[in-house]
């Protein structure tokens, strides 16, 4: 079965503060790929990172960083510093490649409290 | 550049009626996918397509149907609305084939009210 878990509904923190976005997925592929997604208060869906099964390094993107544990089959986003501005609902989705299926978490609202 | 396109952004129809959603996408991409959100429930996935001619069902598939005659064009029709398919939904396109990642371009979004 191919499932993704965010068992974070909405976390709230002051900003400057940092804050972690977890994401556990479920998939019996050996190849596939793994998303978060932006969803700010406007409503469009913005594209933040791909990870493949392939790779697990860690990767940081300014005040965004990614760590793909396929142990634990997890996928979690750490914004560091947060400010108002990342105060959106983040996704997690996943990709198998055997049928191409795309599937999301409920999703995380995150409240950056100014 | 367009990207991808839905119509209409907006629109209410009375239990039962029928209605087509159109989703336009202007980057030659081969998969296009049909995702509904309503609160809590994030994005599901409700029919995909992986090329011109095909469509596969996603995980809420019951009471919509898709075509995707063209490769640009991928429809969702509500054959016969009821209030539970109340929802906002969106259109996304992606490359296939080898150059196939998953990262989606999303359209705006199709708000839909059934009353």
């Known amino acids: 079965a191919q499932k993704v878990t965010q068992a974070q509904t909405e976390i709230s923190v002051v900003e400057k503060e940092d804050v972690t976005l977890d994401c556990v997925y479920e998939?019996?592929?050996?190849?596939?790929?793994l998303f978060w997604y932006k969803q700010p208060p406007s409503g469009e869906l913005v594209f933040l990172i791909r990870?493949?099964?392939?790779?697990?390094q860690n990767e940081i993107s300014g005040r965004y960083s990614w760590n793909f544990q396929k142990s634990t089959s997890s996928f979690n986003f750490t914004i560091t510093a947060s400010q108002v501005v990342d105060s959106a609902v983040y996704f997690c989705a996943l990709r198998q490649n055997r049928d191409d299926k795309i599937i999301f978490g409920k999703g995380t609202r995150l409240h950056i409290l100014p | 550049n367009a990207g991808v396109t839905q119509t209409p952004k907006f629109r209410v129809l009375k239990t039962g009626q029928s209605m087509t959603l159109l989703c336009a996408q202007d980057m030659n991409h081969e998969y296009m996918y049909w995702y509904r959100q309503d609160p809590g429930m994030g994005l599901r996935l409700i029919h995909y397509?992986?090329?011109?001619?095909?469509?596969a069902k996603g995980e809420v598939p019951d009471g919509y149907n898709v075509s995707r005659l063209k490769k640009q064009n991928f429809l969702l029709g509500l054959e016969s609305a009821a209030p539970s398919q109340t929802s906002v939904y969106f259109c996304a396109s992606s490359y296939g084939g080898l150059a196939a990642t998953g990262e989606l371009f999303f359209g705006e979004g199709s708000r839909l009210t059934v009353l």
């Open positions: 998939t019996r592929d050996t190849t596939y790929y």
């Open positions: 990870r493949n099964s392939f790779d697990e």
């Open positions: 397509s992986v090329g011109e001619g095909t469509t």
